[in-house]
C-alpha cells in the first residue's frame, strides 16, 4: 500500500478520505512574525485554526493538504498540533512560494542548490522535526515566470524527479501562466501526472484550461469563495463544463482558505472579508457549493472522484 507523508508519519493512502487540496491554516509572512512579533496574535492564529480544522472534520473531512512554503510561515509544529488536536491528517510542502523575490540564500544557490535544499527536507524532515512534506509547492504569478521564478521551478522539478515527489505549482490563468509552468517542467522531463496547477478554477476560460489539460497536468479549482478572482457562479459554470467534458479525473475543489493572514492590515483584512470575499471559508464548498453542483448534474461518483480518489492518485503518484 503506497503511503503519503503527514505531520503524524506516513499514512495509507486508504486512509487519506475525504481531502482538501489547498488550505491554509496560517498564511504569515515569517519575516514579520519573527521581527515584528507585535503584529500577531499568536492565540487568535490558534483559535480559527482548530476552529476550521474542527469544523471541517465536521463536514467529514479527514485530510487537509496545506501548501504552505517559505514565505507563508509554514510551520510544522503549529501544523502537528492542529492535526494532532483535530484527528485530521494534514499533509505539508517543501518549496518557495514567492512570485519573483528571493532572499540571498537562494539567489546565490544555482537549480540543482535550491533542489537539494528541497530534497534534504523530503528525506528527512522540515525545521528540525521529523515531519516530512509530501509534495513540493513553487508559484508563478502575476510578473509571469521571471528568471527567479523559473529557477524555483526547476529546482522543483529536479526534486520531485529526484525523490518522485509530486508538485503543486500556484498559478495565475489571467496570464496563462500554467502553461509557461508546465513547459518548463516538461523541460525538465517531469511526469506531468505529478504536476498540479493550482488556481486553474480562478478563470471560466474553457479553452485555456483545456489546452492546460492537453498537458497532462491536474487542476486546482481551489479558490471557491475567492469572488475578487471569480464569482462562484462562474466556478460552478466552469466545474460543471468539465465535468460534462469528462475532466472528474483531472480536477480538485478547494478553497485556498486562510484561517489567518497577515496581508493586510487588521481592519482592511476586516473589511475585505466581509465586504469583498463574504462566502471564503473553510466549509463554504459543504455549505454550499456542493449541494449546488449536486442539484445541478454532479454526481456521488464525480464528487468522490475529485476529493477522494484525484487527491491519493496526485499525492502517491
Ligand atoms: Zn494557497
Redesign the pocket.
Known sequence: MPTVETTGGPVDVDQLGLTLI?E?FRATDEAGRFQFPHLYVEQADWDAAIADANAVRGHGVRTVVE?SALFLTRDARFSKRVADESGLNVVLATGVYTYDHLPQFLLNRDEDGVAAIFVHELEHGIQGTEIKPAFIKCAADEPGVTPNVEKIHRAAARASKQTGRPIMA?SRPASATGLEQMRIFDEEGVDPAKVQI?HTGDTDDLDYIERLLETGCWIGMDRYGLDLFLATEQRNATVLALLERGYADRMFLSQ?YCSTIDWFPLEVQDYLRANEVPDWSMTFLFETVIPELKQRGMTDAQLDQMMVENPKRWLAG
Request: hydrophobic share 15%; charged share 15%; no cysteine.
Open positions: 489547498h491554509h501548501p500556484h493550482a485556498d
